[in-house]
């Protein structure tokens, strides 16, 4: 599986590979004089998931999210004030625009699931973006990150959490994000995805697959609501092992409201997933709506113009 586990190196590369030029032979000379369809999205993340956008060239994006505890269930209700008194996972990145079409950025996120502690370096690319004249329909941005765990490792060696080398610390993403924004209220967004994480427990995969959906209804010039939701692609042997073990894996979904607020982007949203990052969130969501295990969450984004 190494070509796969090289897949997110090789999207951070893809600007190398995918210059203008090249996308102006494939679809006419003309393409790049086409007015570009702007704002699919208000932000680089819906909820949950990426967006098709990438920052402008000498943009720094300084991005905040937070996750609280369950609402309801036995970890929720009023004893831990609906979920508030708790946190699940809080993550800070610094995210810049290299051109306007390339993204990089690092990210420290508290983790929720196997690791914890998780350093990520993150690359995006927009491959294709939507025309007004849909000579080009639909836009096509590329997303790769790699996570590592600086959490010490377990003296136990039949731990999940002892390392017995670097590698054993790393997590992949490779995903792409195809989008198309119909008028000015509606945009949507479809992701496939693929993860691989160097070390899993028991009947747990290294590789998996998945299909994320989502989607922006705009209310107003600054009000949306965004939603995403995600199918990854367990098998059933790994599933009906971890039943066994009284754990359930369910699909993450997320639902918000999204206000702009000039330089801010500020979402208020409830997700039954208590991770952030695609490489816990879409493999280990365990906990569900239905059992009012979901939470309130915000994600804040302030953009700064570096460039001249």
């Known amino acids: ?3 796969f586990r090289l ?11 995918l210059a203008q030029d090249d996308l102006s032979a494939v679809f006419g000379k003309d393409s790049v004089r086409r007015e570009p369809v702007i704002a699919t999205f208000k932000s680089t993340r819906i909820i949950n998931a990426q967006s098709n956008e990438t920052l402008a060239k000498g943009d720094l994006d300084f991005r905040v999210a937070h996750r609280f505890g369950d609402i309801g269930g ?13 946190s699940t996972d809080i993550r800070i990145a610094f995210e810049y625009g290299i051109t306007d079409r390339l993204t990089a950025g690092i990210s420290r996120a508290k983790g ?13 690319f927009k491959v294709l973006q939507q025309t007004m004249d849909n000579r080009v329909p639909v836009g096509l941005t590329v997303f790769g990150n790699a996570v590592v765990t600086s959490m010490k490792s377990s003296p136990d060696k039949d731990a999940l959490t002892h390392f017995d080398n670097f590698s054993s610390r ?45 989607g ?4 107003s010039r600054r009000l949306a609501l965004v939603v995403d939701y995600f199918v990854p692609f367990r098998s059933q042997e790994s599933k ?10 369910y699909n993450p979904l997320g639902v918000g409201l999204e206000i702009e607020t000039g330089g801010h982007v500020f979402h208020v949203n ?8 695609e490489n816990q969130f879409i493999p280990e969501t365990t906990t569900s709506w239905l059992q009012g295990q979901f939470r309130w969450g915000f994600n804040i984004s302030r953009r700064f113009s570096l460039g001249h």
């Not at 922006?216 to 209310?219: M, N, S, W």
């Open 1 to 3: 599986m190494l070509q």
């Open 7 to 17: 897949l997110p190196v090789l999207l951070l590369l893809a600007p190398a590979a």
């Open 74 to 86: 036995s970890n929720g209700g009023a004893s831990t004030f609906f979920g508030l008194d708790n």
């Open 112 to 124: 929720s699931g196997m690791f914890s502690q998780l350093y990520e370096v993150l690359g995006k």
């Open 170 to 214: 790393m997590s992949y993403t490779a995903q792409a994000i195809l989008s198309r924004k119909f008028g000015d209220k509606v945009s949507l967004a479809v992701l496939p995805t693929y993860i691989h994480r160097n070390r899993v427990g028991y009947q747990d995969m290294n590789d998996m697959l998945a299909v994320g959906l989502g």
């Open 216 to 219: 922006r209804l705009r209310f």
């Open 240 to 249: 009906d092992f971890y039943k066994t073990q009284g754990v359930e894996f």
């Open 270 to 277: 409830f997700t039954n997933s208590t991770a952030i990052l």
